[in-house]
C-alpha cells in the first residue's frame, strides 16, 4: 500500500473522530464549547499489528501533556495512555497515546472566550507548536513508521474571530482545517505549521 493510500485512509480517520467528538463521544466528558482537536496518524498504524509499550515513556519521562500543558489525571490500561487535567470537577482535556502509535489530543481551554470571542493567536500558536512538537518526539522515541499525518481541526469555533486592528475576521474553512506531513523526523515542526498560522494573519 503506497503512503497516498495511508494518508486516505488516516484522513477518513480522522474525519470519522471529528464526528464523533463533534457529538461528545469523547473518552471524558468534555466541558461544553469550541474545542481543539490534533490526529497525528503514523503511516500504516491504522492496519498494523504492531503495539507500542507505554513504559518506555513513563520511565524515561518523555513529556507527554495535553494541549493545556497541565494534567492531574493519568490513565494506563492494556490499550491507550491518557494524560487530561479536571479544574473545578470539569474535564478541560485530554490525550491519548494508543498502542498502535496514533495520538490524539482533544482541548477546551486553546479557545476559551476571554475578551469575545476572539481567537488568542500567540498563545494559540505556541501551544500548538510546542505539544505537536512533543507528541512528534515520543513518536520518534517508539519508532514509528514515517511518513507521520498531523491534522488539526476547530471544532464548534465558526462564531470565533481573528484579532485585528480595525475590524476582527471570522474564522475560515482554512483556520478550522489543516494538515500536514512529516515525511522524516528532521521535517522541522514550525516549517510545517507556518502555512497554517499564516493564515491567522492574512
Not at 112 to 127: A, Q
Amino acid at each position: 500500500m503506497s503512503s497516498h493510500d495511508d494518508f486516505l485512509k488516516a484522513k477518513e480517520y480522522n474525519k470519522q473522530r471529528i464526528l464523533k467528538i463533534s457529538k461528545n463521544k469523547t473518552k471524558l466528558a468534555l466541558l461544553d464549547g469550541p474545542k481543539t482537536v490534533i490526529n497525528i496518524i503514523p503511516c500504516g498504524s491504522l492496519d498494523s499489528k504492531i503495539q507500542y509499550e507505554f513504559n518506555k515513556i513513563l520511565a524515561h519521562s518523555l513529556e507527554f501533556k495535553p494541549l493545556g500543558l497541565l494534567n492531574n489525571i493519568i490513565e494506563v490500561s492494556r490499550s491507550v495512555l491518557a494524560v487530561g487535567n479536571r479544574r473545578n470537577g470539569r474535564n478541560e482535556c485530554y490525550t491519548e497515546l494508543c498502542k498502535k502509535g496514533i495520538i490524539e489530543a482533544i482541548d477546551t481551554t486553546l479557545l476559551e472566550p476571554v475578551d469575545g470571542k476572539l481567537i488568542p493567536i500567540t498563545f494559540f500558536e505556541e501551544r500548538i507548536t510546542h505539544s505537536t512538537g512533543k507528541y512528534i518526539e515520543i513518536l520518534k522515541y517508539l519508532r514509528v513508521n514515517t511518513p507521520i499525518f498531523v491534522f488539526i481541526t476547530l471544532i464548534d469555533a465558526d462564531d470565533y474571530y481573528i484579532p485585528r486592528v480595525n475590524s476582527n475576521k471570522r474564522l475560515q474553512k482554512e483556520q478550522m482545517e489543516y494538515h500536514f506531513v512529516m515525511d522524516n523526523f528532521d521535517d522541522e515542526i514550525e516549517k510545517k505549521l507556518e502555512p497554517y498560522f499564516s493564515t491567522f494573519r492574512k
